[in-house]
């Protein structure tokens, strides 16, 4: 399966800042995935936005979608030391395989 | 209970060994996966079960053996692995196929030697 590609590849922001993350897919999708990876450890899923919605919230947390662009972003506003790992994001077929993105790193200085 | 659950948490084994992974999940899920993540890499689909049944496998070589005993239970053996198997392998689950949020394990770290 062809991964897609997340922008950029590592960020690096001082506490309280906004990051925004960039991801470009292949596939046609029925729905975007973004999960958080700590260092070693296993994935956590974020939040899912399907195919027919734009954007969508969660918490500090805002994504959007543009299908035609086959694009999408992941926005976490006032950033937190915590929010340090990488996040991936994931193309759902609608059936049960999930295409992973290669992944940003985000550092978040306190 | 939220949780998926890998043991052994690291695991170091000789290329002539026999080892298992294990998984396990209480939520209730009918769909159980097994990933392979290399350092700084995305994770890698190996297998799918759905409703016990391996319904996909990403072509993983048969030094892998997958096995699901019952719905909450899913185990990875393994048998004359190689050196560029040493990886992280995750275990994670959903609801069902259709594409849903999938439950990750915290993994577990394997080294062959």
């Known amino acids: 399966s062809q991964q897609g590609e997340e922008d950029p590849q590592a960020l690096s922001i001082q506490e309280g800042e906004n990051a925004t993350m960039n991801c470009s897919y292949k596939?046609?999708?029925?729905?975007l995935q973004w999960y958080r990876q700590n260092s070693g450890r296993g994935l956590v899923h974020l939040i899912l936005?399907?195919?027919?919605?734009r954007e969508k919230h969660s918490g500090r947390l805002r994504v959007t979608l543009d299908t035609s662009k086959k694009s999408s972003s992941l926005l976490i506003t006032a950033s937190r030391a915590a929010d340090t790992a990488s996040y991936f994001c994931a193309e759902g077929s609608g059936y049960s395989t999930l295409t992973f993105g290669k992944g940003t790193m985000l550092l978040v200085s306190p | 209970d939220t949780e998926v659950t890998q043991t052994p948490k690291h695991l170091v084994m000789g290329m002539t060994n026999k080892k298992s992974l294990k998984c396990e999940q209480h939520m209730g899920h009918r769909a159980m996966y097994w990933y392979k993540q290399k350092a700084k890499k995305p994770p890698e689909l190996m297998f799918v079960y759905s409703y016990e049944k391996l319904s996909i496998n990403e072509s993983v070589p048969s030094r892998f053996s997958p096995e699901c005993p019952n719905s909450s239970l899913l185990n990875l053996h393994l048998h004359a692995l190689q050196p560029e198997d040493s990886a992280l392998y995750l275990c994670?689950?959903?609801?069902?196929?259709?594409?849903?949020?999938?439950?990750f394990g915290p993994g577990t770290r394997l080294t062959v030697l």
């Open positions: 596939t046609s999708i029925n729905n």
């Open positions: 936005i399907r195919s027919n919605e």
């Open positions: 994670a689950s959903s609801q069902d196929t259709t594409g849903n949020e999938q439950f």
